[in-house]
């Protein structure tokens, strides 16, 4: 638990009493009286001290609160076993969708495969922001995790009026990235755009516990969601982007610049005829590796990278 200065207590506690509590995840008064504020708007007075009770113990807001906007629109549901969708990842996903307006015309067709689908919070902005722009846009999510695949049809279909379209099909299904015989056995083909948020965070930091990350993702977030590094995206690669005739295109989450680097060589190595660009975030952080094929509509992805590697 972090120290927290007694002159801070205080000046908390006068504010409101259960202020103080939320300090040690808050860390700032600012951010403590935020959460405070949506614990009472979003909860019935009788769960407020077992709420509050839960985040002193860092328990995550979004487990005590059970959903986090995405997006624009999206409410989406957050329980124990899955992880809590992120800012970082919302924020490429919009700058994705931005692109995709431009690559593709509204008489054009799009099928899109998302492995690591989690919460559905990816596959769901793609349907949100594309909806109606495309003739036809078919989304499929996959991730091995069966609380994952029930969550993100549930929160498909909490978010309904928000994607509801005749021209769009979004779908999760249960399925592990290392299986070499997945794609084949998919109920949709054809997949031209394969995207992933994987577990990226190397075992050997996530052992060390203080390495970067915060303690409550440690303690609370599920270590599925967390763990993985070079093996991931080497099957990533292989099963769904090599062994896919369709694939014209890949846009992965990394967690650092060395799986930028793994990525790019794997790629480069195998196939001539593709683009590798990385992407860093608002916050100054490497945080996407992006493929794709030379000479087609897809080279308009290089404006969300950083820098490209040819
Ligand atoms: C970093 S989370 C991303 C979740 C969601 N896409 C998001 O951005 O919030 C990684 C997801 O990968 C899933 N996963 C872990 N190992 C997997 C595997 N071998 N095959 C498929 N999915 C896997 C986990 O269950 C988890 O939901």
């Known amino acids: 638990m972090p120290r927290i200065s007694p002159r ?3 000046e908390a506690y006068k504010i409101h009493p259960y202020l103080p509590y939320l300090l040690p ?3 700032t008064i600012f951010q403590a009286k935020l959460e405070l504020g949506w614990i009472i708007n979003e909860l019935p007075v009788s769960k407020h001290k077992s709420a509050i009770k839960k985040r002193f113990r860092l328990y995550p807001l979004q487990y ?7 997006g624009s629109n999206l409410k989406i549901e957050c329980k124990k076993g899955v992880l809590i969708p992120r800012a970082d990842t919302e924020e490429w996903c919009m700058e994705l969708c931005k692109k995709l307006r431009k690559i593709k015309n509204p008489n054009d067709s799009l099928k899109v ?3 690591c689908s989690g919460s559905g919070c990816i596959s769901l902005l793609i349907g949100e922001q594309l909806k109606d722009y495309l003739a036809e846009l078919d989304i499929l999510g996959v991730d091995v995790s069966q609380i994952c695949v029930d969550l993100s049809q549930k929160n498909l279909e909490l978010n309904h009026k928000y994607i509801n379209s005749n021209k769009t099909l979004i779908n999760f299904i249960k399925g592990d990235l290392f299986n070499k015989d997945l794609l084949s056995s998919l109920p949709i083909q054809n997949h031209e755009l394969v995207i992933s948020n994987p577990p990226y965070i190397p075992l050997e930091e996530y052992n060390v516990y203080h390495g970067g990350l915060e303690k409550s993702v440690i303690k609370y977030e599920p270590r599925l969601a967390l763990v993985g590094n070079l093996e991931v995206y080497k099957s990533l690669l292989d099963n769904f982007v090599f062994n896919n005739k369709s694939c014209k295109s890949f846009i992965f989450e990394v967690g650092n610049k060395k799986q930028i680097e793994f990525v790019r060589d794997y790629i480069l190595f195998k196939k001539f005829s593709w683009n590798v660009g990385y992407r860093i975030d608002s916050n ?3 945080r996407n590796v992006v493929g794709w094929q030379r000479d087609c509509n897809y080279d308009l992805l290089q404006k969300m990278c950083t820098s490209i590697y040819n």
């Not at 005590?64 to 995405?70: D, E, K, S, V, Y």
């Open 8 to 10: 801070l207590i205080l």
């Open 25 to 27: 995840a808050c860390k």
């Open 64 to 70: 005590i609160l059970g959903n986090q906007p995405f």
């Open 113 to 115: 495969l998302e492995i």
């Open 284 to 286: 100054g952080q490497y």
